[in-house]
């Protein structure tokens, strides 16, 4: 099976169908980026398309040196940032409403080792980081969900390491602010 | 909101599994590149294609000059002053045409 650098320089020679091959390959990665920041199946559906069709779109800027995976990645995450901007108007009301019943019952429940499904999570933060900007939340889903380090967000956001850093610090206060509300309510 | 319970979110919340892609998605986006109005680099334009874009412009630059010449030809015998045509070969005569001119 030939590696990406092989069906890239293919599809630079005109192979479109051989672009299929690349979305097979990459497309978990995409869905899990977008999945982080759009709960609804069909837009990160619709986010993962604009993304391959963007990196089609891009071939012709992306270095064959660093792996195609990085890259892809990169434009997830900035679609995925685009796609909060635009949605950023209509969500910023925080309410228990779209809460379901185990994620309400952690939140108000003081036990620390009480457990919390990973459903209930994403809920609970989704909900939260509504209250955070596009830039902010993309920022601690990347250091804190994704584990990746500064450097990496430095890489993917364009931004400085101070800038980020200081970004991490600010969202994550944020966050927690939000989170104290939530469970208040 | 505690950092242990903060920690608890966050490690829950890595543990959830994203949406499987569909069986035809990478077909969906291959549908989509191709409605995609195709991208071409911009073509180098020679000098003999800008001369032919510019062509109707310059025919018409050409003939309003010699319009306006003919005019002021006429306007000019009409009001009594001097013939520019006579004026002209006066010209060519006396310092273009004759051997000692250079």
């Not at chain 1, 099976?1 to 672009?19: C, K, P, T, V």
């Not at chain 1, 940032?81 to 009301?93: F, M, S």
């Not at chain 1, 457990?115 to 609970?124: M, N, Q, S, V, W």
Request: hydrophobic letters at 45%; glycine letters at 4%.
């Amino acid at each position: 099976m030939s590696d990406d650098a092989e069906l890239l320089e293919r599809i630079r020679g005109g192979a479109l169908d051989d672009f299929a091959e690349i979305v097979q390959r990459h497309q978990a990665r995409v869905f899990a980026i977008l999945h982080r920041y759009e709960r609804d199946v069909q837009k990160v559906e619709d986010l993962a398309q604009e993304t391959f069709v963007k990196a089609w779109r891009g071939l012709e800027q992306f270095d064959r040196r660093a792996p195609f995976e990085h890259w892809i990645s990169k434009i997830a995450v900035r679609v995925a940032l685009d796609h909060l901007r635009r949605e950023k108007r209509r969500q910023n009301e925080i309410g228990l409403p779209e809460l379901g019943e185990d994620a309400l019952d952690w939140l108000h429940n003081d036990d620390e080792k009480s457990e919390l499904a990973g459903r209930a999570a994403a809920e609970i933060l989704e909900l939260a980081m509504r209250q955070l900007s596009p830039a902010d939340r993309v920022v601690i889903t990347m250091q804190e969900i994704e584990g990746r380090n500064v450097k990496e967000i430095c890489a993917v956001t364009g931004a400085s390491n101070v800038a980020v850093r200081v970004r991490a610090l600010r969202a994550r206060a944020k966050l927690k602010q939000a989170l104290e509300k939530l469970m208040k309510l | 909101m505690n950092e242990q319970k903060l920690k608890q979110l966050f490690d829950a919340a890595r543990s959830e599994t994203a949406p499987a892609p569909p069986a035809d998605f990478a077909a969906d986006v291959l549908r989509a590149i191709r409605q995609q109005k195709p991208v071409s680099p911009p073509q180098a334009i020679s000098v003999f294609d800008q001369l032919n874009l510019l062509f109707p412009k310059l025919a018409w630059a050409a003939v309003a000059v010699i319009a306006l010449g003919i005019a002021a030809d006429y306007g000019l015998a009409a009001a009594g002053g001097p013939d520019l045509s006579d004026g002209l070969s006066q010209i060519s005569t006396q310092w273009l045409l004759t051997p000692d001119a250079f």
